[in-house]
C-alpha cells in the first residue's frame, strides 16, 4: 500500500485533535503554589487606584512614573519602599490611604507580575554587522 493524500490528511486530522485537547487541558496557571486570589484582588486595587494611568506595566500604561514590572524585586526596593511610596506619595504621585488587606492584594499582584516579566524586553546589544542581538 502506498502512501496517499487521503492518509496524510487523516494523519494530520489526527494530529490536530489530539494537540487541540492536549492545549485546552493544561491548567490556566502552571504556578500552583501563588495565592491566585488575592493576586486577582490586587490586579483590581491597581486598577481601581488609576496606578496604569502614570504607572507601566511589562513596559505599558502611562508615562508620568516609572515602570513598575520589576518593583519589587529592585535592589533597594520591594514591599517596604511600595508602601512608602504609597504612604506618602512622591512628585505628582498623591499618597494613597490602602488597609492592609488592600496593600497586601496589591504587592501580591506586582510580585506576580515581577516573577513574570521583565520592565524593558527591549534590551539589545548592538553587533559590528549593523545588526542587533538580544541580550
Ligand atoms: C498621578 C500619577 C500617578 C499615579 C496615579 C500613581 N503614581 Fe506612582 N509615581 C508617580 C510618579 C510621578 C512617581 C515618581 C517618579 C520619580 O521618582 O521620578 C511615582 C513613583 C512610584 C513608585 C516608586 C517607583 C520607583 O521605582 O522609584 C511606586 C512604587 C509607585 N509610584 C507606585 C504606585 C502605585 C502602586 C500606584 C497606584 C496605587 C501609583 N503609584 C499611582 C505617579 C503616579
Not at 502512501?3 to 489526527?14: F, R, S
Not at 487541540?20 to 486595587?45: C, E, H, M, W
Not at 494613597?96 to 546589544?125: C, I, M, W
Request: hydrophobic share 35%.
Amino acid at each position: 500500500m502506498s502512501l496517499q493524500p487521503k492518509h496524510i490528511y487523516v494523519t494530520l486530522c489526527t494530529l490536530f485533535i489530539v494537540y487541540s485537547f492536549s492545549i485546552y487541558l493544561q491548567p490556566y496557571f502552571k504556578n500552583t503554589v501563588a495565592d491566585t486570589d488575592a493576586i486577582a484582588a490586587g490586579r483590581i486595587v491597581w486598577q481601581k487606584n488609576n496606578c496604569q494611568t502614570c504607572h507601566q506595566l511589562y513596559g505599558l500604561g502611562g508615562y508620568l512614573g516609572p515602570d513598575l514590572t520589576d518593583v519589587y524585586s529592585a535592589p533597594g526596593k520591594g514591599k517596604d519602599f511600595i508602601r512608602a511610596m504609597l504612604a506618602t506619595g512622591i512628585k505628582q504621585m498623591p499618597p494613597f490611604h490602602l488597609s492592609e488587606k488592600e496593600f497586601a492584594q496589591l504587592t501580591a499582584y506586582l510580585k506576580s507580575v515581577d516573577e513574570s516579566g521583565n520592565a524593558d524586553p527591549r534590551q539589545f546589544k548592538k553587533l559590528n554587522t549593523g545588526m542587533i542581538e538580544e541580550k
